[in-house]
């Protein structure tokens, strides 16, 4: 296991050079929206420059201007300096540059006060292009497809185990701008265009999990992921278990889950039993996994773990003392009460251990 100081270094470093990227970026995203500003001055400027060098006559006494001289104050002029003299007896066309350079420049101010103030805009407020622009500093990530109530919680586990992902939805949720708030930039769109999960930059995510609550917009999703990234990873929600399983078997899909059919173990056994945290099914057995207190005067003080195991169908995961937290806890470890136990076990299992750890009575119940 990683050290968790060594985990957070990495994660501050990769952070640390997706701003740098993104900071990249959003200079050239920045310079791409002048483009056409910039180019048009360029023409005016090289025109401007090329009408004074063969048109421009300097005052009695001066030297034939170089070009360099020209274009020096071609760029004066743009900026409101003081250029060449204006002489009104010289031609039509060069003293239109005297009047059109100074315009030129104004324009030029104004129009990038517009654009820059847009882009301030756009990455203040979280606009579409902002969010794309994020992603697309992204690498070895997660796609998220669909921010409902099973996508959000998606996110949630992935940003709390320290991956990262990039969200497509198709709607304004409520949960776009929590998202939003944990760094995770969201995609807004039709999550089964090809072009969308490109701006996903799905070439370089590890791994598409489609969970919107439309079982073929998650099929074709996946398709369409496995057809741009023949070896990525994709997880299906699906709603119908049997569906789930033909797809699985079907179609190049890793993984297809039933969420109903996941939360189904869980419900029942909630409702018949205690301390289930989770239910799962393997096999058509269904597992609990189980977070007990060992109870004051309880049948399972004294006992060695490795005992309870032979006993029981019981496998014990964690084990907390007034010591800390034992990720490995060693066979004959005793319990005491108070100590706290992770268990995964049968319903069967669960019951039998539930009814061990109750309190010992001095006499029989009649």
Known sequence: MVPASRRTSRQRITRLKRRVLFELRYL??????????????????????????????????????????VAYNVLLMTCFGAGLPYNPKEPVLVNAVFFVLPILGLFVIISAIARFTSLLF??????????????????????????????????????????????????????????????????????????????????????LIAATDDDLVNIETCLNAKELVPGIKVVLRIFDQGLAKKIDKLVNVDYAFSTSALAAPLFAAAATTKNVINSFVVEDTVLNTVELTVAADSRLAGRTLDSLRAEFEVTFLLLQTSAGLDWNPPPAHTLQSGHKVWI???????????????????????
């Open 28 to 69: 050239a995203l920045a310079a791409h929206s002048f483009r056409n500003v910039l180019i048009f001055a360029g023409y005016v400027s090289a025109f401007a420059t090329l009408v004074l060098h063969e048109g421009y006559v300097p005052p009695p006494g001066s030297q034939r201007l170089t070009w360099d001289v």
């Open 344 to 366: 995964v076990t049968t319903t069967g299992g669960l019951r039998e251990i539930e009814a061990l750890n109750q309190a010992k009575r001095l006499f029989p119940k009649w």
């Open 122 to 207: 756009q990455r203040r407020w979280n606009t579409k292009e902002y969010q794309q622009l994020l992603a697309s500093t992204f690498s070895n990530h997660v796609i998220v497809g669909g921010l409902g109530h099973v996508g959000y919680r998606i996110v949630q586990q992935l940003v709390e185990q320290g991956t990262e992902c990039v969200c497509i939805e198709r709607d304004e949720t409520a949960f776009i701008e929590e998202v939003i708030a944990m760094g995770v930039p969201v995609i807004v769109g039709d999550l089964r265009k090809p072009e969308l999960l490109k701006k996903a930059q799905i070439e370089r995510a590890s791994a």
